[in-house]
């Protein structure tokens, strides 16, 4: 079940500037289904536990305020090999590096905010998603 999933959420600075729309016929353009979705405002807790893998890193307080500045759109999707092409449909990290025509070329301004979030493994994927739905949120 995993293989075929990922986790995404479209952050705060993407709803802010009115690219919810375009995000999702994106996204299923490319073939992914939407098996859950919510429209939520992260607090300091969840989004500090959702990120507690970068604790230790420079960026985290700035990761944490950023991601609880505005709502944002989580969901899981369903495709296959859905981590990896998810990845490739969002652009690297940096948008300045990302390749033409991703997400994160189209809709993000900086590396911080970078407009998208997807899961970088299967196992995160599941983790993620189990985060924010639960199994009667799912279809
Ligand atoms: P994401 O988790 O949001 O999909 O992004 P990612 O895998 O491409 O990048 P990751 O290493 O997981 O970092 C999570 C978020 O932290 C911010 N970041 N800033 N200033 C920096 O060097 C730096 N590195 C990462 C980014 O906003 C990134 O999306
Ligand atoms: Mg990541």
């Given at each position: 079940m995993a293989t075929n999933r990922t986790f995404t959420m479209i952050k705060p600075d993407a709803v802010a500037n009115g690219h919810i729309g375009a995000i999702l016929n994106d996204i299923i353009a490319a073939g992914?289904?939407?098996?859950?979705?919510?429209?939520?405002?992260?607090?300091?807790?969840?989004?500090?536990?959702?990120?507690?893998?970068?604790?230790?890193?420079?960026?985290?307080?700035?990761?944490?305020?950023?991601?609880?500045?505005?709502?944002?759109?989580?969901?899981?999707?369903?495709?296959?090999?859905?981590?990896?092409?998810?990845?490739?449909?969002?652009?690297?990290?940096?948008?300045?590096?990302?390749?033409?025509?991703?997400?994160?070329?189209?809709?993000?301004?900086?590396?911080?905010a970078n407009a998208v979030h997807g899961s970088d493994s299967d196992e995160n994927a599941d983790i993620e998603g189990n985060f924010f739905f639960s199994q009667f949120e799912r279809f």
């Amino acid at each position: 079940m995993a293989t075929n999933r990922t986790f995404t959420m479209i952050k705060p600075d993407a709803v802010a500037n009115g690219h919810i729309g375009a995000i999702l016929n994106d996204i299923i353009a490319a073939g992914f289904k939407i098996v859950a979705m919510k429209y939520i405002h992260l607090t300091d807790t969840s989004a500090g536990n959702f990120y507690a893998v970068h604790k230790e890193r420079p960026f985290y307080g700035d990761l944490v305020s950023f991601m609880t500045s505005g709502p944002i759109v989580a969901a899981i999707l369903e495709k296959e090999n859905a981590v990896e092409d998810f990845r490739t449909l969002i652009g690297a990290t940096d948008p300045a590096k990302a390749a033409e025509g991703t997400i994160r070329s189209k809709y993000a301004k900086s590396i911080d905010a970078n407009a998208v979030h997807g899961s970088d493994s299967d196992e995160n994927a599941d983790i993620e998603g189990n985060f924010f739905f639960s199994q009667f949120e799912r279809f």
